[in-house]
């Protein structure tokens, strides 16, 4: 199956900085890279994804990107705020109904 | 529209009850999981189903059942809990499009004793 690792485990940034955090995944297959943010106490809630035909896709203050070649995506945010601390997830979906998710990181933005 | 909603919030077990979790989701998706989290080990599947009366083991199945008798709920029973089962469960749904993201309840705390 698909094994998806992430880091860093931890990222304590000070705001209005960058925050990145790397993925890599196993299965060729795998064809859509979904973001989840987990706030405390809630379910994880999708904030980008990206699909296997592109190399990068921007939200605002968030980007994802994809190197299919190597098997890695990351995602950045930029210009970091108190509100963005939170755990975030990354996925591969190897088109076999299941999501495979990283371990998480845990962002926190220092005021 | 409430999306994906799990009760309990919050059990506490002992060692050798069972007890059953609900998941209603009220966005007429197909596929629906079962995932528990644990610190360090991101989301893990423990069950998932692809359509009404379908069911499939998933990365971590031992120890749980499921059913789906009905399209919108999605059923995790413990037969007989475990302290290794202390975690923190999260339902989630999906369309049928492979590429669709996942939708998440806000999660059930369990402890066993």
């Known amino acids: 199956g698909e094994n998806v690792e992430q880091h860093p485990s931890t990222l304590s940034v000070q705001e209005g900085d960058s925050a990145v955090i790397k993925c890599t995944y196993s299965?060729?297959?795998?064809?859509?890279f979904p973001w989840y943010k987990q706030e405390l106490g809630k379910g994880p809630q999708l904030i980008i994804d990206?699909?296997?035909?592109?190399g990068e896709k921007k939200d605002q203050r968030i980007a994802v990107t994809l190197n299919k070649t190597a098997k890695h995506f990351s995602l950045h945010i930029t210009e970091t705020q108190p509100e963005d601390s939170a755990v975030y997830f990354c996925?591969?979906?190897?088109?076999?109904?299941?999501?495979?998710f990283g371990a998480g990181t845990t962002v926190t933005v220092r005021a | 529209n409430a999306g994906v909603t799990q009760t309990p919030k919050f059990r506490v077990l002992k060692t050798g009850q069972s007890m059953t979790l609900l998941c209603a989701q009220d966005?007429?998706?197909?596929?629906m999981y079962w995932y528990r989290q644990d610190p360090g080990m991101g989301l893990r599947l423990i069950h998932y189903?692809?359509?009404?009366?379908?069911?499939a083991k998933g990365e971590v199945p031992d120890g749980y059942n499921v059913s789906r008798l009905k399209k919108q709920n999605f059923l995790l029973g413990l037969e007989s809990a475990a302290p290794s089962q202390t975690s923190v469960y999260f339902c989630?749904?999906?369309?049928?499009?492979?590429?669709?993201?996942?939708?998440f309840g806000n999660g059930t705390r369990l402890t066993v004793t």
């Open positions: 966005m007429n998706h197909e596929y």
């Open positions: 299965d060729s297959a795998s064809n859509y």
């Open positions: 996925a591969a979906d190897p088109n076999d109904y299941k999501l495979s």
């Open positions: 189903s692809v359509g009404e009366g379908t069911t």
């Open positions: 990206i699909r296997s035909n592109v």
């Open positions: 989630a749904s999906r369309w049928t499009g492979l590429q669709s993201p996942l939708h």
